[in-house]
């Protein structure tokens, strides 16, 4: 489930919606929120029968499922499985009926953050970009970013803003102190 190598396209498969109910942004910050995810499971098969096709035509290089953590903690833990960085753009992200009232900060945690079901971040070379949406089309993807060789995470907003820079190197040693105990 790892980042293989740079310049590799980054897509998220499914629609990202402001369920933050139930997670670990919601039990880290002791804040219940609201919607806990739900499953469109015609929806869902259907995604996941056309990753399985682009997977068997061997254009699909990794793929990670989006659960504890959200968009956030599956690209991270993608970019330290494989020592590369990457960049994000939450603008590209599909978000059907993310409430305009909201600030654009919540919007950016809500993108970064949400655990709605049945999504997954897939990695697929650049030339092979062209197949991939094909195969995916009549399904919600969003091409979201790019892997990288120079050991970054960075993560853009809404409105174009860095909203998120970390090395890799140092995401490894956060997670690896947690374990020295």
Known sequence: SDFKQPGEVVYLL???FDELGGSELADQLRIPFGSVPQVDALAAKERYLKLHQAIQAGLVTACHDLSDGGLAAA?????LGGRLG??????KVSRPGL????SQNAKNLILMYSESASRL???VKADQAAAFESIMSGTCFSRIGQT???GEIVVSGLAGEQVLTSSVESLAKSWQDTMRW
């Open 148 to 150: 990288t060789d120079d």
């Open 86 to 91: 990457g960049t994000l753009d939450l603008s």
């Open 75 to 79: 690209f991270a833990e993608m970019a």
């Open 99 to 102: 409430d305009s009232d909201l």
């Open 14 to 16: 499914g629609p990202t």
């Open 121 to 123: 971040l897939a990695t």
